[in-house]
C-alpha cells in the first residue's frame, strides 16, 4: 500500500500582506510573509535600518533627513507595494501566490480601509520628503 502526501502551501492573505506593507513595509515584512527569508528585496528592506544608523554615527552633523533618507526611501517603496499588492485581482493573486493552497481569496472592506490609510500616508509622506529635499537642496534648510 502507497501513501501519497499531498504538500499544500499555506494560504496568503491580501488584505493582511497590504496592511503588512502599508505598517512595517520599511522593513520588509511583507516580502517575507509571501517569500520567505530568503527574499533578497527583503533583505534590501532591512539593510535601510543599519544603513541609516551607519549615517547618524559616520556624518553627525548632517541633517537629520538625510541620516533618515534610507529608511524614508523604504517606507515609500512599502507604500507603493501596499497599493500594487492590495489592487491586484483576486483571480491573479490566487495564481501567484495561493496556487498550491486549495484556498480562493475573497478580499472586502477591510482592504479597501487599507488601501485608502496606504494613499494619504504614502502621499503624504512623498510630498513631505520632496519638499524637504528641495527645501535643502536649494534653501540649504531656510524653511526648516
Known sequence: MTTTTILQHPHKNKAFTSLLAFLLGMLGAHRFYLHGATDRWGWLHVAALPASLALRQLLPG?????????????????????????????????????AGSGRLSDTGWPLAVVLVATLMLGAGTLIATMARLFDLLYTGGAYG
Do not use: C, H
Not at 533618507?69 to 495564481?95: C, H, N, Q, R, Y
Open 62 to 98: 548632517a541633517d537629520w533627513f538625510y541620516q533618515l533618507l534610507p529608511l524614508t526611501i523604504s517606507a515609500l517603496i512599502g507604500f507603493l507595494e501596499a497599493l500594487v499588492l492590495g489592487l491586484m485581482p483576486d483571480d491573479k493573486w490566487d495564481s501567484r501566490y495561493n
